[in-house]
């Protein structure tokens, strides 16, 4: 029973910052490799960013120097930082982990940037 939940999505003006949470149970990230997604409406969803298990961060180009993605083992929670927000951050957040078990999601929480 693997359940990813993620929380802290709302709204905030350009410029502004807010921080993700996705918290886990059933499977333990730093074991893991975990993805921040995120889906627009109308668009594909697309990668944000990654945290490999030996906690190395990666991110898409458009987030670079942005995000900041980072992992609390004693809370089992992955966080995703985002400052100088855009209105193009807007969008559906979703945690992500795959494994040789499955491919698990969070039921996502949404970001709105306004200008």
């Known amino acids: 029973q693997v359940q990813l939940v993620e929380s802290g999505g709302g709204l905030v003006q350009a410029g502004g910052s807010l921080t993700l949470s996705c918290a886990a149970s059933g499977v333990t990230f730093s074991f893991n490799n975990v993805a921040w997604y995120r889906q627009a409406p109308g668009k594909q969803r697309e990668l944000v960013a990654t945290?490999?298990?030996?906690?190395?961060?990666n991110y898409t180009g458009s987030v670079k120097g942005r995000f900041t993605i980072s992992r609390d083992n004693a809370k089992n929670t992955v966080y995703l930082r985002m400052d100088s927000l855009k209105p193009e951050d807007t969008a559906v957040y979703y945690c992500?982990?795959?494994?040789?078990?499955?491919?698990?999601w969070g039921q996502g929480t949404q970001v709105t940037v306004s200008s």
């Open positions: 992500n982990v795959r494994n040789l078990v499955g491919d698990y």
């Open positions: 945290i490999t298990r030996a906690g190395f961060p």
